[in-house]
């Protein structure tokens, strides 16, 4: 092949991939600060990304087995800590956001929640179900978790629990009526779409884990996400992740 033609074609391969549209996997509590960023960024940058959402061991283990993300937003910073040491990111990240977690229950319903032992005893008696993200591979399950044994009610709790795959399956469980009440993200009870729906009680921090979430660009990425990288940490998207409940650094 012709050295000009073989330039030509490195060229188009490299403009290629930075144009290319970057999937973005995030943890499902980023949901919609997440979506209306992206919406900014096509706005400022005229670029898009692509979101995908789900908890994020599933991701993690997404990525371990080859999925072909350009960036991961955890929920848990140990899942990139550990895609870091097994040489599957350009670095160890960065953390952009600390999240909290609720008690949640739609509107309307009769169940009192209340943050005290003694409301949160009444409530759980009340309830025939209660929704939690599975604490086997979402961090929120597990702070979860945390916080009812740290109340002293895991056990009285753990019949009526059933388990949502991931933080937003476990909210919908309870606007839907298939839950009496959830322990919701505050980044979903904040959104509109589910304020309406829906009353909360913010949990104490102390009571679990930090929820440390941390994002962190694959290797082989695709150039363009690299940008998003950037700009997810830039003021005008700290303020989004503001607005819906984050501490961000």
Do not use: C
Not at 71 to 99: C, P, R
Request: proline residues 5%.
């Amino acid at each position: 092949m012709k050295p000009i033609l073989m330039a030509f074609l490195a060229l188009y391969a490299f403009a290629s991939l930075a144009q290319a549209v970057p999937t973005v996997a995030a943890a499902s509590d980023l949901k919609f600060p997440l979506e209306e960023i992206a919406a900014n960024y096509k706005s400022d940058k005229g670029q898009a990304v692509k979101l995908v959402f789900g908890s994020s061991g599933v991701l993690w283990q997404q990525v371990k087995n080859g999925a072909p993300f350009s960036l991961l937003m955890s929920a848990d910073e140990a899942y990139v800590d550990d895609l870091f040491k097994n040489n599957l990111t350009i670095d160890g990240g960065t953390l952009y956001a600390i999240g909290r977690i609720v008690l949640l229950e739609k509107k309307g319903s009769p169940i009192k929640l209340s943050i005290d032992k003694e409301g949160l005893i009444k409530a759980i008696q009340d309830a025939k179900k209660i929704a939690i993200a599975n604490p086997a591979h979402a961090p929120y399950g597990r702070a979860a978790k945390e916080y009812l044994t740290s109340m002293g009610v895991w056990e009285l709790i753990e019949p009526k629990l059933v388990f949502g795959e991931n933080i937003s399956q476990a909210t919908m469980f309870a606007l839907t009526g298939s839950a009496d009440f959830a322990i919701s993200a505050l980044s979903l009870a904040s959104s509109p779409q589910i304020q309406v729906q829906s009353t909360y009680v913010l949990i104490p921090d102390t009571l679990h884990k930090p929820l440390k979430h941390r994002m962190v660009l694959l290797k082989n990425t695709a150039f363009s996400a690299k940008d998003f990288y950037i700009y997810l940490q830039e003021p005008k998207s700290k303020q989004v992740m503001t607005r819906y409940g984050f501490a961000t650094p």
